[in-house]
């Protein structure tokens, strides 16, 4: 029972609900152009927004990626190799793998979610 109590109290410590139009508002007044909202060791997620011509500075993760494009056009530079990208698509990105965003003539907005930590 008391276990039970436990994983209950630390359920409601835990943050469930995101305002990713917040991040998005407090990106848009930052130097940063990304925000990490969920870092745990098996799971991060963020959001980032580029806007017309900015440039994409990451660099490969340690982490297995996905990005879902929100919002905005390009592409997606993955080991060299230009994905195009457009409203409501997803990509895998393998760790260690190269890979930025590029091109974009509109505002550009992607959730992203690690397979592990944002390191």
Avoid: C
């Avoid at 943050?15 to 060791?41: A, M, P, R, V």
């Amino acid at each position: 029972m008391i276990t039970l109590i436990n994983h209950v109290r630390k359920q409601k410590l835990l943050k469930i609900q995101f305002d990713t139009n917040q991040f998005l508002k407090d990106i848009s007044k930052s130097k940063s152009y990304f925000h990490t909202f969920i870092n745990k060791e098996n799971l991060a997620a963020g959001i980032l927004r580029l806007e017309p011509g900015e440039e994409d500075t990451q660099v490969p993760h340690d982490s297995d990626e996905i990005y879902y494009i929100i919002r905005g056009d390009g592409f997606l530079n993955i080991s060299r190799k230009d994905y195009s990208i457009s409203e409501g698509m997803s990509y895998f990105v393998a760790k260690n793998l190269e890979h930025k965003f590029h091109g974009n003539k509109k505002e550009l907005v992607v959730l992203y979610f690690f397979g592990g930590p944002d390191s």
